[in-house]
C-alpha cells in the first residue's frame, strides 16, 4: 500500500509525462497486437474463401497447344488426388495484360482469364456476393461476374459497365455481380471472369484457351506450402516424361491453396512485418523514456529518497514504487491499445480484404492479444525495475549528497572563469557536459521517434497514392509509359523509332523470360542498355557487359549457394549455357539480368518485349499517349473493323484494304510476316507487316493501382483528403426516371444533404457521371441495367441500400429520403 | 571493610545503572573519506554513550564531523572501522535494509533542510513516516493530527503543501514526522540552521517540550541558544571528543547563569 501510495505521488509530479507514456505505450501495443491478429488473418481468410466456395485446392494449367491428354491422365490416376474435374480457360499470354477505365477516369492494367458458368460450377460452387437483384442479371447483354478484388480494389458495383481492351480489342460487359473465388481471385494471377458462352467464344478469338485439370487431395497428404511444391515437382516430372521436355517450355501453371496463401498472403506478411517494426520502435522508445525518466526521477528527487530512507524506507520499497508507476502506465496503456485494436478491426478487416481480394471474414485470433499484453509489461517492468535499482546505490547519506559517494565532487567543467564568450552558451555547454549519459539517450529517443515517424509518413505515402512509392523501389524501371507492339513489330526498330520522336528523353526496350537455376525458376530480364536505365543497380559488382555474363539477387545467390565470380549453369527452352555471376542486382522478384546476347545462347528467338519510354519533363504524359494511339493504335482487330470508305486516292483505297487483308492473315491464322505487291496498270503498290502496331500502352501507376486500388482509397479517406465512402444503389425499373429517360427527357438534380448535383444529360444517355461543384460527391448512372449510384465524399461509413434492406444511420435515411423523391418510388 | 564493600557494591550499582540508561554506545568509531584519491579521516577512534533521556549536543567547528558523528549514530551510514552499540546490539554490520529496518523503528530524523516531500500535503508528509512501520489506522492519523496541533499546526494547513509554509512551519511538521513513530532517540541536524530567530525559539521550545516529556534526543548545531537546550555538551575537533558539558535540563536553572556557563565551556574548547 505504502509503494502504491509513492506510486500515485510520483504519478501526481509528471501528469503529462505519464500521459504521453501511456500514450506510447498504447500506440505500441494496437500496432504490435493489429500486426499479429493481422498476420494470422491472412491465411484465415483465404483458407475459409476456398471452405465457403468448395473450390478444389489444386489446379494445372496448360496452355492447350501445349496440353496432351496422358497430363490429366496423370494426375486421375495419382491414388491420392480425390474430385478430380477439367475445364476450359481463356488466358493472356505472358506479357500482356488487359487494361480498364475505372470509375474516376484512371486506367489501370492487370491480368484477366475467363470461364463459363458452367466450368466455374466445375471448380467451385461459385457463391455470389454483390448482384444485381432478381432477374436484372439474366437481362444483361454481356453480363460479367468478376471476383470480390475488383469490387473491393477497384470501386466497381453491380450494373456497372466495365470495358476490357484485350490486346487492343475491346470488351465491353455489363457487372451482374461479384462471386467468391479460391484461385485467380487477384491480379497477381489474374481475375478469373464469369461469362456467357457466347461472350466465352467472342473472347476466345482474342485470348489462348487452356485446360484446367483442378482436384483435391485426400486429407493429410499437403499441409504445406513446401509439401504442395514437392507434389507439384513430383506430378510434373511424370509430365516431363510424356512430353519429352522440361515443364518450363510446356508453359504450365500450378496453383495450389498454399501457393494462392503464400502470393496473397505475402504482401500482407510484408505490411505487418512493417507494422511490427514501427510497433517494435515505439515500444524501444517507451523503454529508453521509461529509463531516461527513472533516471532523471532519481536525480531530481535524490533528496526525497534520502529522506524516505532515513525514515526507514528500503529501497526495494522505493524502486518497487518507481516500478509500480510505469506498471500502471503499462497497464492503462496496454488496456487502451487493446481497445484500439478491437476498434480497429472493421478497418483491418476492410484491407485485409483488399489485399486480398476475398470479403469473407476470416478467424479472428485474439489469444495473441494476452501475450502482446504480457510482453510488453513484462519488458516495461523489467527496463523500470533494472534502471530503478540504481537506488541500491544511494544510502540516506550519499543521497543527501546528490549521489557523490565521497567528498571530492569531481572536475569542474567548462569554468565560467575562463567564460570568454556569451555566458549562456557557456552554461548550456556545462548542462550538456553534466548530462552526458541522458542526454546521450534522449538524442537516441528524440532519433528513435523520428525513424519511426518517417517510417509512417514514407508508408503512408506508398499506399496513399496507390503505391506510388513504390516507383522507386529498385529492381523495376520506372519510365512513364510501357509500350508493348503486336509480334511482328521488330522492338529494336520501334525503340528506335519511339526514341527518335520529340517529346522523348529516351527509349529503351527490356525482356523478360522464364529461366532455371538449379531447379529453380527465376525472371530473367534484359535491358537493350544498362548505361540508358535508371532504377536498375547492384549491390556488389556489376551489370552484365559480357554474353557470360549474369546478375542476379543477393538472396537468391546466397539461397542457392553462389557467389559473385562463381560460374552457373541456366536452363531455358532446353539449352543450358554457364554463365558467370558478375554482381548482385536489386530486384522485385527473384529475378536475374542478361544481355542480349547473352539471353539469346539460351533464347534464341527472344519474347516480345517492352519499351520503356521516358519522356522530356515538360511533356504531358496523357498528351503523349493519344499521340501514340493515333500513330500506331491500329490494332489487327481494329483494322478488319473498318468500314470500306470511297474517300481517298485508289492507291490510298488499295493500301487500306490490303492491311485489312493482312490484320486478317496474322490474327486469324497466325501468320507473323505477310508482304503484299499489287500492280494496276503501271503501277505498283507495295508494303508488308513493317507498320508498327501498339497493343498496350500501360504505366507503371496502372499497373500498381489495379493491386493498392483498395488500399489507396482507405488511405484516402483519412481527413485531408477526399473519399468515395458513401454509396447507395438503387434499382429503378418502372421509376419516373426511367420512364423519362425512356422518352429522353432526363434531367434531374440531386440534393442530398450538402450535396447538390445536376445528374443527367438527358437525350437518351444510358449511363453517365455528375459531380457536384464542390467536389462533395456525385452521382453515376446507368439506365440500361437500371442502376443508380451515388456516392459521397463525406467520410461516412460504408453502406448500400437495398430493397427491403436495413439503412445503417440517419445519413442513409436522408441519402434514401433523397432517392425517393427522385425516383418516385 | 564493610564501607570498602558498600563502596565497591555503590561503583558496581552505578555501573550497572549506567549500563543499563545508555542506549547508543560507540567505541573506537572511525570514519574516513577518499577525497581525490586521498583518505580523509573525519572520525577518530571516538567513544561515547548516549543516555536515556539525555538532549545530547553535539558542537564543534565546521568539518569537525559533527554530522558525520550524527549519521554514524543513527545507522544512516556506516563506520570505516569501530562499533555503533544500539541497546547493545552492533550496528554496523548491519546491510541497508537491516539498517533501514533499525531505522524506521528506533530513530527520527530533523534535518536542517527539513526535507518535506514536496507532492505530498503536510498530513501525507507525516503519514508518509508512519506508514513505514504501522498500518494505517483512525487512530494513527488522529495522532498525527494531534501531533500537528500541538506543534502549532492548525488544522487549515494540514492539506497544504510544503511550499505553502513558512520555513518555521516546515520544519515543524518535519518534526511531528520525526516523532509520530514514537523514536527512541530524535535525531535533528541543524534544525534551526535556515530558520529566523522567532521560528527557531518556536522550534526549539517543541524539543525542550519533548525532551520534558522523557524522549532521548541527539542534536548537532553550531549555535549557542541552540545548545543551551540541551543537558550534555559535546564538544568535537578533528574527529574526536576534545570536551564535555553538562547542564541542568533546561529551565530548572536561570537561564542567564546557564549561558555563561556554557559559554565559558566553549571559550575553554577555543569555539
Known amino acids: ?825 | 571493610m564493610y564501607n570498602a564493600i558498600k563502596l565497591i557494591i555503590i561503583v558496581i550499582g552505578e555501573r550497572v545503572l549506567d549500563m543499563a540508561s545508555c542506549i547508543l554506545r560507540t567505541e573506537k568509531l572511525c570514519k574516513s573519506f577518499s577525497n581525490g584519491g586521498r583518505q580523509q579521516h573525519v572520525i577518530k577512534n571516538l567513544d561515547l554513550e548516549i543516555r536515556k533521556g539525555d538532549f545530547t549536543v553535539i558542537m564543534g567547528a565546521s568539518g569537525s564531523g559533527k554530522s558525520t558523528l550524527l549519521y554514524a549514530l543513527s545507522g544512516m551510514d556506516k563506520p570505516s572501522m569501530g562499533k555503533v552499540l544500539f541497546d547493545g546490539t552492533e550496528i554496523q554490520e548491519y546491510s541497508n535494509d537491516e539498517l533501514a529496518i533499525f531505522r524506521r523503528g528506533n530513530c527520527g530524523f530533523v534535518f536542517q533542510s527539513i526535507y518535506l516531500l514536496e507532492n505530498q500535503t503536510i498530513l501525507d508528509n507525516v503519514l508518509t513516516g508512519a506508514l513505514v512501520v504501522q498500518k494505517n489506522s483512525p487512530e494513527l492519523v488522529r495522532k498525527a493530527k494531534e501531533l500537528l496541533n500541538r506543534v502549532g499546526i492548525m488544522e487549515d494547513a494540514w492539506n497544504k503543501y510544503p511550499n505553502q509554509l513558512s520555513g518555521g512551519e516546515a520544519q515543524r511538521v518535519g518534526i511531528v514526522r520525526a516523532l509520530i513513530n514514537d523514536p527512541v532517540i530524535l535525531f535533528a541536524d541543524e534544525p534551526t540552521g535556515q530558520l529566523n530567530s522567532s521560528a527557531s525559539k518556536d522550534v526549539l521550545d517543541i524539543f525542550t517540550d519533548v525532551h520534558q516529556k522523557g524522549q532521548s534526543i541527539v542534536m548537532v548545531t553550531h549555535d549557542l541558544k541552540t545548545a543551551l537546550r540541551g543537558t550534555r555538551v559535546i564538544f568535537l575537533r578533528d574527529g574526536g571528543i576534545v570536551g564535555e558539558y553538562q547542564m541542568e535540563p533546561y529551565g530548572s536553572e536561570d537561564l542567564k547563569e546557564r549561558r555563561d556557563g556554557l559559554q565559558k565551556f566553549l571559550d575553554e574548547m577555543g569555539w
Open chain 1, 1 to 825: 500500500m505504502k509503494i502504491l501510495r509513492l506510486a500515485l505521488f510520483n504519478f501526481k509530479r509528471r501528469k503529462r509525462e505519464a500521459l504521453f507514456l501511456m500514450l506510447l505505450t498504447c500506440i505500441s501495443m494496437a500496432l504490435l497486437c493489429i500486426a499479429l491478429v493481422g498476420h494470422d488473418r491472412a491465411y484465415s481468410l483465404i483458407e475459409q474463401a476456398f471452405e465457403k466456395t468448395g473450390s478444389k485446392e489444386y489446379a494445372f494449367v496448360f496452355k492447350q497447344s501445349q496440353y496432351k491428354t496422358e497430363f490429366g491422365e496423370v494426375i486421375s490416376q495419382d491414388p491420392r488426388v480425390t474430385n478430380a474435374c477439367r475445364f476450359e480457360m481463356l488466358r493472356l499470354d505472358d506479357n500482356a495484360g488487359t487494361s480498364c477505365k475505372l470509375k474516376d477516369g484512371s486506367i489501370v492494367n492487370f491480368f484477366v482469364s475467363f470461364v463459363t458458368e458452367e466450368d466455374e460450377k466445375k471448380l467451385s460452387r461459385f457463391l455470389k456476393g454483390d448482384a444485381l437483384p432478381g432477374d436484372e442479371a439474366k437481362k444483361l447483354p454481356h453480363p460479367i461476374w468478376m471476383p470480390q478484388y475488383v469490387k473491393l480494389n477497384m470501386g466497381f458495383c453491380p450494373g456497372d459497365e466495365i470495358c476490357l481492351t484485350l490486346k487492343n480489342k475491346e470488351f465491353v460487359f455489363q457487372i451482374a455481380g461479384f462471386y467468391e473465388t479460391g484461385f485467380f481471385s487477384s491480379s497477381l494471377n489474374s481475375y478469373k471472369c464469369v461469362i456467357s458462352r457466347e461472350d466465352y467464344e467472342e473472347v476466345a478469338g482474342v485470348l489462348d484457351r487452356n485446360v484446367c485439370l483442378a482436384f483435391d487431395l485426400k486429407e493429410g497428404t499437403v499441409q504445406s506450402y513446401n509439401e504442395a511444391e514437392a507434389f507439384r515437382n513430383e506430378l510434373t516430372d511424370k509430365m516431363n516424361e510424356l512430353a519429352g521436355k522440361r515443364t518450363i517450355d510446356i508453359g504450365f501453371l500450378f496453383e495450389s491453396k498454399y501457393n494462392e496463401m503464400e502470393m496473397s498472403a505475402d504482401i500482407v506478411r510484408v505490411v505487418m512485418l512493417i507494422v511490427c517494426f514501427v510497433s517494435g520502435i515505439v515500444t524501444v522508445t517507451v523503454l529508453f523514456m521509461i529509463r531516461h525518466k527513472i533516471a532523471n526521477d532519481v536525480n531530481d528527487q535524490m533528496e526525497q529518497i534520502g529522506v524516505l530512507e532515513a525514515l526507514g524506507y528500503r529501497f526495494r520499497e522505493i524502486s518497487g514504487a518507481y516500478v509500480l508507476e510505469y506498471l500502471i502506465l503499462g497497464v492503462a496503456g496496454c488496456v487502451f491499445g487493446a481497445v484500439v485494436t478491437f476498434a480497429a478491426n472493421p478497418l483491418m478487416t476492410y484491407a485485409l480484404q483488399a489485399f486480398e481480394g476475398h470479403e469473407t471474414i476470416g478467424n479472428v485470433n485474439w489469444r495473441n492479444m494476452p501475450l502482446v499484453f504480457t510482453l510488453l509489461l513484462a519488458l516495461i517492468v523489467f527496463t523500470a525495475l533494472w534502471k530503478a535499482r540504481t537506488i541500491k546505490k544511494y544510502p540516506p547519506v550519499i543521497a543527501f549528497r546528490k549521489g557523490i559517494e565521497t567528498h571530492h565532487f569531481g572536475k569542474n567543467r567548462l569554468p565560467l572563469d575562463r567564460a570568454k564568450g556569451n555566458v549562456n552558451v557557456r552554461l548550456g555547454r556545462k548542462e550538456l557536459l553534466g548530462n552526458q549519459r541522458q542526454n546521450a539517450g534522449l538524442f537516441l529517443c528524440i532519433v528513435l521517434m523520428g525513424l519511426s515517424i518517417a517510417f509512417c509518413i514514407i508508408m503512408a505515402d506508398v499506399f496513399r497514392g496507390g503505391g506510388m512509392g513504390l516507383e522507386k523501389t529498385a529492381g523495376w524501371e520506372n519510365c512513364d509509359l510501357y509500350l508493348i507492339f503486336e509480334d511482328t513489330v521488330n522492338l529494336k526498330d520501334a525503340t528506335a523509332e519511339i526514341a527518335e520522336l520529340p517529346e522523348v528523353r529516351k527509349a529503351t526496350y527490356m525482356v523478360t523470360n522464364g529461366v532455371m537455376i538449379k531447379g529453380e525458376e527465376l525472371q530473367a530480364h534484359v535491358y537493350a542498355d544498362y548505361d540508358r536505365t535508371e532504377n536498375i543497380f547492384v549491390t556488389r559488382g556489376w551489370l552484365p557487359k559480357k554474353d557470360n555474363e549474369v546478375a542476379i539477387k543477393e538472396s537468391v545467390a546466397q539461397r542457392l549457394g553462389y557467389e559473385i565470380g562463381d560460374s552457373i549453369m541456366i536452363e531455358g527452352q532446353g539449352i543450358e549455357k554457364k554463365y558467370v555471376i558478375c554482381g548482385y542486382a536489386l530486384a522485385l522478384f527473384d529475378g536475374a539480368y542478361f544481355t542480349e546476347e547473352g539471353m539469346s545462347r539460351i533464347y534464341p528467338a527472344l519474347n516480345q518485349g517492352i519499351v520503356n519510354v521516358y519522356l522530356k519533363d515538360d511533356v504531358n504524359v496523357e498528351d503523349f499517349r493519344e499521340l501514340i494511339k493515333e500513330k500506331y493504335g491500329s490494332s489487327d482487330e481494329e483494322l478488319m473493323a473498318e468500314e470500306e470508305s470511297a474517300e481517298g486516292s485508289l492507291e490510298e483505297r488499295i493500301r487500306k484494304k490490303a492491311e485489312q487483308q493482312m490484320a486478317l492473315l496474322i490474327s486469324q491464322y497466325g501468320a507473323k510476316e505477310v508482304d503484299y505487291a499489287i500492280k494496276i496498270g503501271d503501277q505498283m503498290i507495295s508494303g508488308g507487316t513493317g507498320k508498327m502496331r501498339i497493343r498496350e500502352i500501360t504505366s507503371f501507376h496502372e499497373l500498381v493501382g489495379a493491386q493498392l486500388g483498395g488500399l489507396s482509397r482507405l488511405m484516402k479517406s483519412f481527413p485531408g483528403d477526399t473519399c468515395e465512402s458513401g454509396k447507395l444503389t438503387a434499382a429503378i425499373k418502372n421509376t419516373r426516371i426511367y420512364k423519362e429517360w425512356q422518352e429522353k427527357t432526363l434531367t434531374f438534380p440531386l440534393k442530398i444533404g450538402r450535396l447538390n448535383v445536376e445528374c443527367g444529360a438527358g437525350n437518351g444517355r444510358d449511363h453517365g457521371a455528375a459531380e457536384d461543384q464542390e467536389g462533395k460527391g456525385g452521382c453515376t448512372w446507368n439506365l440500361e441495367t437500371t442502376m443508380v449510384h451515388l456516392y459521397l465524399s463525406v467520410p461516412v461509413r460504408r453502406f448500400a441500400l437495398k430493397p427491403g434492406g436495413r439503412i445503417p444511420f440517419a445519413f442513409g435515411r436522408q441519402c434514401c429520403r433523397s432517392l425517393r423523391e427522385m425516383t418516385g418510388r
